[in-house]
């Protein structure tokens, strides 16, 4: 399916979408605590519905309502063999050291650009932990066989973070004594105090040691027979509109919480940093267009926002700069390429020096056609950047925004966006 969207002005509020990564990780929490866990606000994006699968094909019983899902689990109770990750990078690393605390074996399989993505450090740790791993040539398809032992080890946190989540989780609720996850050189630090806040809300409260070694103590857990969690409206999704707003009108987005520990809160950041026009009030952020500053940041602990950033520095006066381009390679699409790409098609000058992306503003966008790479990040950023543009901008495969965003139609129509979709 191709977007279509037309240049001009754009006002309008929107609600953000629920976090599909305080879903998933909550989807993971619900599974091993023994008890009942009401998810307030779900998500419903594809990354979303393939953590609920993953739980079900795990043994926790799921009950879908208008405005909340119900998870009844008695723990880790594999009922298939087998599990389906979707495309989500996040649910395989989160769920592997789960399903490996089984002494069933269990094979971790995937679609799309899934199949691409590394999944190397599973092969160092999960053996170190007495797991068997079977088939494994550092991406999924692959088998494992537990049941994991929760030992005291050092990984390497350069990567990812989503590796020491998926061991967070799994530790959390298996260890007997007291043990320790050691750390080199982490990561994306915001997401990992995602994952300690939604373990504490089970029960389950992780002593982080400057983010250098993670103490895991049994006597310190404590279990309630339900949890009550509402899932944060989505920083990350969101900053594509607050973008929009900056570059091309004005638009309001209702439902985040500004005191979050999403990473992708550091667009407020980036915002300011520019000179844009933002206003927080009555839990709304409004950002209007005005003229832009030029930035220059660090997006290593938040590269999902670094397509809405580019987009941003593209409209910036001067040269603006953005390190962390080491982060991108390994997304849905090699996100370093695809931005340039962007860029590219959009007749905006770059550069590219070691880690950083070097963006002249100051000029036009031009209409154009630009591959998504079936990268639904890809495809927003793409499509804010057409308000921008001297004409029309087609942007191919626009339906991978239901990755994460399933509704990011219905807000292009709530903020008066000129558009059209047509099949391939």
């Given at each position: 399916?191709?977007?279509?969207?037309?240049?001009?002005?754009?006002?309008?509020?929107?609600?953000?979408?629920?976090?599909?990564?305080?879903?998933?990780?909550?989807?993971?929490?619900?599974?091993?605590?023994?008890?009942?866990?009401?998810?307030?606000?779900?998500?419903?994006?594809?990354?979303?519905?393939?953590?609920?699968?993953?739980?079900?094909?795990?043994?926790?019983?799921?009950?879908?309502?208008?405005?909340?899902?119900?998870?009844?689990?008695?723990?880790?109770?594999?009922?298939?063999?087998?599990?389906?990750?979707?495309?989500?990078?996040?649910?395989?690393?989160?769920?592997?050291?789960?399903?490996?605390?089984?002494?069933?074996?269990?094979?971790?399989?995937?679609?799309?650009?899934?199949?691409?993505?590394?999944?190397?450090?599973?092969?160092?740790?999960?053996?170190?932990?007495?797991?068997?791993?079977?088939?494994?040539?550092?991406?999924?398809?692959?088998?494992?066989?537990?049941?994991?032992?929760?030992?005291?080890?050092?990984?390497?946190?350069?990567?990812?973070?989503?590796?020491?989540?998926?061991?967070?989780?799994?530790?959390?609720?298996?260890?007997?004594?007291?043990?320790?996850?050691?750390?080199?050189?982490?990561?994306?630090?915001?997401?990992?105090?995602?994952?300690?806040?939604?373990?504490?809300?089970?029960?389950?409260?992780?002593?982080?040691?400057?983010?250098?070694?993670?103490?895991i103590r049994p006597a310190s857990f404590f279990d309630e027979a339900q949890v009550d969690i509402t899932i944060e409206g989505d920083w990350s999704s969101a900053a594509i509109f607050l973008v929009?707003?900056?570059?091309?009108?004005?638009?309001?987005?209702?439902?985040?919480?500004?005191?979050?520990?999403?990473?992708?809160?550091?667009?407020?950041?980036l915002l300011e940093d520019a000179g844009a026009d933002v206003c927080i009030e009555d839990g709304k952020i409004r950002c209007r267009r005005s003229i832009l500053k030029p930035i220059e940041t660090?997006?290593?602990?938040?590269?999902?926002?670094?397509?809405?950033?580019?987009?941003?520095?593209?409209?910036?006066?001067?040269?603006?700069?953005?390190?962390?381009?080491?982060?991108?390679?390994?997304?849905?699409?090699?996100?370093?390429?695809?931005?340039?790409?962007?860029?590219?098609?959009?007749?905006?000058?770059?550069?590219?020096?070691?880690?950083?992306?070097?963006?002249?503003?100051?000029?036009?966008?031009?209409g154009c056609y630009i591959d998504s790479y079936n990268d639904h990040r890809i495809v927003m950023a793409a499509a804010i950047g057409a308000l921008r543009a001297d004409s029309r901008v087609m942007?191919?495969?626009?339906?991978?925004?239901?990755?994460?965003?399933?509704?990011?139609?219905?807000?292009?129509?709530?903020?008066?966006?000129?558009?059209?979709?047509?099949?391939?």
């Open positions: 399916m191709q977007l279509v969207v037309n240049p001009g002005e754009i006002k309008g509020t929107i609600k953000a979408v629920p976090s599909k990564s305080m879903m998933q990780r909550v989807c993971a929490a619900a599974l091993l605590h023994k008890g009942t866990t009401v998810i307030h606000n779900p998500g419903v994006s594809e990354d979303d519905k393939a953590a609920l699968g993953i739980i079900q094909q795990l043994g926790a019983r799921v009950i879908e309502q208008e405005a909340s899902i119900i998870v009844h689990s008695g723990g880790l109770s594999p009922v298939t063999d087998n599990i389906f990750c979707g495309e989500s990078g996040l649910s395989t690393r989160l769920f592997t050291p789960i399903a490996a605390l089984s002494e069933q074996p269990i094979r971790i399989d995937g679609k799309g650009s899934l199949l691409q993505r590394p999944m190397n450090e599973l092969g160092h740790i999960l053996p170190e932990l007495g797991v068997h791993v079977r088939g494994f040539i550092g991406k999924v398809p692959f088998e494992v066989q537990g049941p994991l032992q929760a030992r005291s080890i050092k990984i390497d946190g350069y990567v990812s973070s989503q590796y020491l989540s998926g061991l967070l989780f799994a530790y959390c609720f298996s260890a007997k004594e007291d043990v320790v996850i050691t750390v080199d050189e982490l990561r994306s630090k915001p997401y990992v105090d995602m994952t300690l806040q939604v373990l504490e809300r089970f029960g389950r409260p992780v002593i982080n040691q400057d983010y250098k070694e993670f103490y929009a707003g900056a570059i091309a009108g004005e638009v309001t987005v209702a439902g985040l919480n500004v005191t979050s520990v999403q990473a992708d809160k550091f667009i407020l950041r660090d997006l290593r602990d938040c590269p999902d926002i670094f397509p809405a950033a580019a987009i941003l520095a593209s409209c910036c006066e001067e040269e603006s700069y953005l390190s962390g381009l080491h982060r991108l390679w390994h997304k849905e699409s090699n996100r370093a390429e695809s931005i340039a790409e962007m860029l590219l098609q959009f007749d905006v000058f770059f550069s590219i020096e070691d880690d950083m992306l070097c963006i002249a503003g100051e000029k036009p966008l031009w942007i191919d495969n626009a339906e991978a925004v239901n990755k994460s965003y399933p509704g990011f139609f219905d807000a292009l129509d709530a903020l008066g966006v000129e558009y059209y979709l047509k099949n391939d």
